[in-house]
């Protein structure tokens, strides 16, 4: 039985019917997205079941839309069945004023720092995390720099010139 | 052995474990990583890393530049094998963007890819042998590494952050030096790489500091996202140029080492059969792009207008090209929208590159998977129980690059 | 197993290929040579700088080429390089600095002794390089004072060299006293530093 994305797909279908849903395939890979409260649901079953057995996580990240209201943090599991070299890319959305979504660090403990980063980055937190604060930026930082309101540059710096830049 | 207990005299406060900071800057740490461990004794009870020392924001400074200037970010993730990164980022782009590439091109490509891998096995294998007190294998290979990187002069002009080609190929044709020198190091390099083996793979001493210590299984590895050379030699025999073949990998022979219990000699033998494979890579490709004759070995971009410059004489005398050439260095070509997420095999494993476009001239996000970043969350369950002396070892043959473990 | 040079093609002989030290003004005479003390010292010193690599990113893959025996940092003197700031004269930073690197910069450029010297390597050491970001040091002299900038993203060898050979120069004509001076104290006055 070759893993195909239409059979990823009726095998999602048929056990979370119309929570899952969004089904693309850009270039090849098979992207879908799920309701934030039946995410580890969604992973363990990827994970479990013996036809599908999505057993490695490449990537978590977390991508910031700032005009979808209700929408605007989107966090995006990359998963891997490496024995039939199969990928897929699973999403979640969350709005920007609760962004709680429940940690993948029980199922895969490679997703411990990759949380870390994505709460660094965008403030989503992780709920169950077991250690959830910074890892890339200061400490003492008070907000998320991926988010797209925030510049790129620090702005209290002194010797260069925005205009010369063609910004500012 | 058992430790010994020393009678502390009465009234003394007996404190069980020592903390002891393997700061940012140390000589063991190859790059800036911070390890705080609690010892008992000699021995690691617990570990605590803190790494953002070289934080450079590459995620948000992509949002803000152009397809082909994103290049120059690549380069400096992992920074020993750069031109690997460069080529992963142009394969994503071509990806995006539809580009196809001749076999020409992807015959260089991966002449390039596998010199960079030589070169990032050849210091993490000889800084691995200085951390444990040999420090002549690395004076050794340094002088190998110089001839590379006169290879990469040869091609793109820079040494270290290269900058190599372009989307869609190369920025020119590689000159009859380049040729020369790559013919230079494959007649050459065998016998070096087996002088420094020599000096390492049966020494009692190298194998006593390394073997046993640090070791994986093969499950937990996967569980902790490990690729590369460090999950084949905890046993996987995983590698994205069989299994997901990039730049026509799939024209090649060659093997995957594999170890059996994933401690530091076998990541060290791993890294070393590697290289071997590497060499056999380059001489077969070498072969193939010298069979291209005549018009074909004229062949150095893929024919993409709307992405890859024209030249110049067309420039100054058709109408599309000058409007490409305008579109292309302003960054105002066409971007299709979509996302795409590519991966290629690094020297330190899977480097993933994924690439949100809203069409816009610049990426709406860019996300690097980054190999080292992955990998070294596992450090603590690498060294808990073991010596300290074996923790640095465990740390030098991770091979932690510091700038692609922050990025 | 050394490479043959190819581009050396003229033999020289070898008394040219020897090169001696430059003397300083002295009086000589039968028996007796008087110069003054600075001249002297800083001749002695320039020679022997043990420098700390500070090595963060690039910057530091190209120092260890440097250090190879091709290009060979170990003929200007400085063979030993340290870790330790205690005992070395020459802090080279090589490499970008974060702002979470930054305080350990200072307090490594702290507990250096005096005379201390800190060349910055790369550009991201001298300005920032191209990471103008939030989460990056525009430069080192934000931190900590530095004598000597090395452009370059990365410099090549040669470059580094330069840049310790322009050091090698403020070593040999720094006056013995400067370390206890006026201005130098108001140049550490400005880092904080006391």
């Given amino acids: ?168 | 052995m058992k430790d010994q207990h020393i009678k502390l005299p009465q009234g003394s406060i007996e404190k069980t474990t020592t903390t002891l900071n393997l700061g940012p800057t140390h000589p063991a740490t190859h790059g800036v990583m911070q390890n705080i461990l609690e010892l008992d004794g000699e021995r690691v009870v617990s570990t605590e890393q803190t790494i953002g020392y070289i934080h450079r924001a590459f995620e948000k400074l992509a949002e803000r530049r152009p397809l082909y200037q994103i290049t120059t970010l690549t380069d400096r993730l992992n920074y020993c094998s750069s031109p690997i990164n460069n080529m992963g980022w142009h394969l994503t782009c071509e990806k995006l963007l539809g580009v196809q590439t001749p076999k020409r091109v992807d015959y260089l490509r991966v002449i390039i890819m596998e010199l960079a891998r030589i070169s990032d096995h050849l210091i993490c294998n000889s800084i691995v042998g200085v951390d444990a007190g040999a420090y002549t294998g690395f004076l050794y290979v340094m002088q190998y590494r110089e001839l590379i990187y006169e290879i990469y002069e040869e091609v793109c002009g820079a040494r270290l952050t290269t900058n190599m080609g372009r989307i869609g190929g190369f920025e020119r044709n590689f000159s009859n030096t380049a040729f020369e020198k790559i013919e230079k190091f494959l007649k050459e390099y065998p016998e070096v790489l087996k002088e420094f083996e020599d000096l390492f793979i049966r020494n009692r001493i190298f194998m006593d500091r390394t073997q046993g210590t640090g070791g994986i299984s093969a499950e937990r590895a996967l569980n902790y996202g490990f690729t590369g050379p460090n999950l084949r030699a905890a046993g996987v025999d995983y590698d994205l140029r069989v299994h997901q073949p990039y730049s026509s990998y799939e024209d090649f022979q060659f093997n995957i080492p594999v170890g059996n219990t994933g401690d530091n000699y076998d990541r060290w033998l791993v890294r070393q059969r590697e290289m071997w494979e590497s060499l056999s890579i380059i001489e077969q490709a070498y072969r193939k792009v010298q069979d291209f004759k005549g018009k074909d070995a004229e062949v150095y971009h893929a024919d993409a207008p709307a992405y890859y410059l024209p030249e110049k004489a067309d420039v100054y005398t058709k109408m599309e090209a000058l409007i490409y050439h305008f579109k292309i260095v302003m960054g105002e070509t066409e971007i299709p929208k979509g996302e795409v997420y590519q991966a290629v095999e690094g020297g330190n494993g899977e480097l993933g590159f994924y690439l949100i476009s809203d069409g816009g001239r610049t990426p709406y996000r860019l996300h690097f998977r980054r190999p080292c970043f992955v990998y070294y969350q596992a450090y603590e369950e690498l060294i808990k129980g073991s010596m300290l002396s074996d923790a640095i070892m465990t740390m030098s043959s991770l091979n932690l690059i510091a700038g692609e473990l922050d990025a | ?194």
């Avoid at chain 1, 699973?90 to 870390?116: C, H, S």
């Avoid at chain 1, 910074?134 to 008070?142: A, G, P, S």
Wanted: with cysteine.
């Fill in chain 1, 1 to 168: 039985m070759t893993l195909t994305n239409e059979y990823i797909q009726a095998q999602l279908q048929e056990k979370f019917g119309e929570q899952v849903g969004s089904f693309e395939t850009p270039y090849g890979m098979l992207t879908f997205e799920a309701p934030k409260d039946i995410n580890l649901k969604v992973l363990n079953f990827l994970y479990d079941e013996p036809t599908l057995q999505f057993r490695f996580l490449t990537d978590l990240t977390a991508v910031h839309y700032p005009d979808q209201p209700g929408r605007e943090l989107a966090v995006v599991y990359h998963l891997h069945n490496l024995s039939a070299n199969v990928r897929i890319r699973f999403k979640v959305f969350t709005n920007i004023q609760t962004p709680d979504v429940y940690t993948a660090t029980g199922l895969f403990a490679a997703a411990n720092w990759m949380e870390r980063e994505t709460y660094d980055f965008f403030g989503v937190n992780f709920v169950g995390h077991p250690n959830l604060k910074r890892i890339l930026n200061v400490d003492e930082m008070d907000y998320f720099p991926l988010r797209k309101e925030y510049p790129l540059e620090d702005q209290t710096r002194i010797d260069k010139d925005d205009a010369m830049f063609g910004r500012g």
């Fill in chain 3, 1 to 194: 197993m050394s490479r043959p040079v190819s581009y050396n093609l003229v033999q020289k002989p070898l008394e040219s290929d020897l090169s001696m030290a430059e003397l300083p003004e002295v009086h000589m005479g039968d028996g007796f040579f008087a110069t003054s003390l600075s001249k002297v010292v800083g001749l002695a010193r320039k020679n022997s700088i043990w420098p700390l690599p500070f090595a963060t990113s690039c910057c530091g893959i190209e120092f260890m080429a440097t250090m190879g025996s091709h290009y060979d940092l170990s003929r200007f003197g400085s063979e030993r390089v340290g870790f330790s700031p205690r005992q070395c004269d020459l802090l080279m930073v090589m490499g970008t600095i974060a702002k979470k690197m930054g305080p350990v910069v200072k307090q490594v450029y702290l507990q250096m002794a005096e005379p201390r010297w800190v060349i910055a390597v790369g550009a991201c050491a001298s300005s920032g390089g191209i990471f103008d970001t939030y989460s990056v040091v525009q430069g080192i002299d934000q931190v900590i004072p530095v004598d000597v900038y090395v452009p370059g993203c990365p410099p090549r060898p040669e470059a580094i060299i330069d840049g310790v050979m322009r050091i090698q120069d403020l070593v040999e004509k720094e006056s013995i006293r400067r370390r206890d001076s006026d201005q130098y104290r108001a140049l550490l006055e400005s880092y904080g530093i006391q």
